[in-house]
Nanobody
């Protein structure tokens, strides 16, 4: 089973920056999509950014121009550079990966989520 380990959350002042990282581990054959979602208290989980295997990216409207997603295919990692942070960016951020893995000598698809990392933007 593919597991995701996130790091980099914390408390930052408005206008500050944070960098989130996520590493996938397991019997991974390939990862098609890696991305970040977030969920604030009382709200639905929403897309922050996703990056495809070939490097194509897609961002949520509220973070365009401020956040940058990148990945290292060789290391199965994805990072999210967050700049010009706002209080409304406060949420738990979840890493997501979709791809294929080897399970008991059979290839199968996976859709894995990390445990989440808290990002708090406050003065």
């Amino acid at each position: 089973q593919v597991q995701l380990a996130e790091s980099g959350g914390g408390l930052v002042q408005p206008g500050g920056s944070l960098r989130l990282s996520c590493a996938a581990s397991g019997s991974i054959l390939s990862i098609s999509f890696m991305g970040w979602y977030r969920q604030a208290p009382g709200k639905q989980r929403e897309l922050v950014a996703v990056i495809m295997n070939g490097g194509r990216t897609n961002y949520g409207e509220s973070v365009k121009g401020r956040f940058t997603i990148s990945r290292d295919n060789a290391k199965n990692t994805v990072s999210l550079q967050m700049n010009s942070l706002k209080p409304e960016d406060t949420a738990v951020y979840y890493c997501n990966a979709i791809g294929s893995e080897m399970a008991v000598a059979i290839a199968r698809n996976f859709n894995s989520w990390g445990q989440g990392t808290q990002v708090t933007v406050s003065s």
